[in-house]
C-alpha cells in the first residue's frame, strides 16, 4: 500500500484562488518533506523543504509567499498555492524520505482556469 | 553542485527488443545514492531501485538491469526484451548522504515508447 498519500490528486480552481494539497506519510514519521513542481514533459524540480517545527526552506525562484508550506506533524505537510494563476498549472508532487528510500506522494495535477 | 543528464530524451522501440536507458551524474559527494523511477502516464512516480556510492555491483531483477560505474560515472539501466507496458518517463535521479539533505536531483527523463 501507499506509504505517502498525496490528496487531491486532481484539482482545478479558478484564478486567484487558493488551493491546498496535502501530504501525509502513513507508515512513519517525517521530520523532513519534499515538495517538488513538474510542468508538462519537463523534469522534477525541486520547490522546497518542509521541515516539522520550522518554517520551510524554498529554493530560488521559488516564492515563498505564494506557496505557502506548513508541516503541521510528523506526519503531513501542506502546500497551499495562493492566489493561483494559470502558469502555476502543473503537477506537484511530495516526498517523504526514510533512511532507505524517498517515498513519494501520488501527485496532485493542478489546473487553474 | 549535484547533476543528472539523461541524453535520450525519447526512445521508440519495437516489443521484445533490448533497451537501455543512459544515465550520467555529477556530485562533490563521495557517499551519495541513485535512483531510478518509472513514470507512467498517471504521473506517479514508481521506484525501480537504489543504489549508494560504495555498491558498483551491477543488479538485475527480472528484466531490468542497473550497470553502475564510477569511473565513468554512470548508472545505466537496460530493458531486456521490452513490453508495451514498459512505455512511460524513466527519470534518473541522485541525493546527498552525508548531509543529511535527502532531496533528489533528477534527471530530465527518457521518454520509451514500446511498440506493439
Redesign the interface.
Known amino acids: 500500500g501507499a506509504v505517502v498519500s498525496q490528496h487531491p490528486s486532481r484539482v482545478i480552481c479558478k484564478s486567484g484562488t487558493s488551493v491546498k494539497i496535502e501530504c501525509r506519510s502513513l507508515d512513519f514519521q517525517a521530520t523532513?518533506m519534499?515538495w517538488y513542481r513538474?510542468f508538462p514533459k519537463?523534469?522534477?524540480?525541486?520547490m522546497a523543504?518542509s521541515n516539522e517545527g520550522s518554517k520551510a526552506t524554498y529554493e530560488q525562484g521559488v516564492e515563498k509567499d505564494k506557496f505557502l508550506i506548513n508541516h503541521a506533524s510528523l506526519t503531513l505537510s501542506t502546500l497551499t498555492v495562493t492566489s493561483a494563476h494559470p502558469e502555476d498549472s502543473s503537477?506537484y508532487?511530495c516526498?517523504a524520505?526514510s533512511n532507505?528510500?524517498?517515498?513519494?506522494g501520488?501527485?496532485t495535477?493542478l489546473t487553474v482556469v | 553542485a549535484q547533476k543528472v543528464t539523461q541524453a535520450q530524451t525519447e526512445i521508440s522501440v519495437v516489443e521484445k527488443e533490448d533497451v537501455t536507458l543512459d544515465c550520467v551524474y555529477e556530485t562533490r559527494d563521495t557517499t551519495y545514492y541513485l535512483?531510478w523511477?518509472k513514470q507512467p502516464p498517471s504521473?506517479?512516480?514508481v521506484?525501480l531501485i537504489?543504489r549508494n556510492s560504495f555498491d558498483e555491483q551491477n543488479e538485475i531483477s527480472g528484466r531490468y538491469s542497473w550497470n553502475f560505474q564510477k569511473s565513468t560515472s554512470s548508472f545505466n539501466f537496460t530493458i531486456t526484451a521490452s513490453q508495451v507496458v514498459d512505455s512511460a518517463v524513466y527519470?534518473c535521479a541522485l541525493?546527498e548522504a552525508n548531509t543529511g539533505?535527502?532531496?533528489?536531483?533528477?534527471?530530465?527523463?527518457t521518454r520509451l515508447q514500446v511498440q506493439p
Open positions: 523532513t519534499f513538474q519537463q523534469s522534477l524540480m525541486l523543504t503537477f508532487i516526498s524520505p532507505t528510500e524517498a517515498f513519494f501520488q501527485g495535477r | 535512483f523511477y504521473g506517479e512516480l521506484f537504489r527519470f541525493s539533505r535527502r532531496a533528489l536531483t533528477f534527471g530530465s527523463g
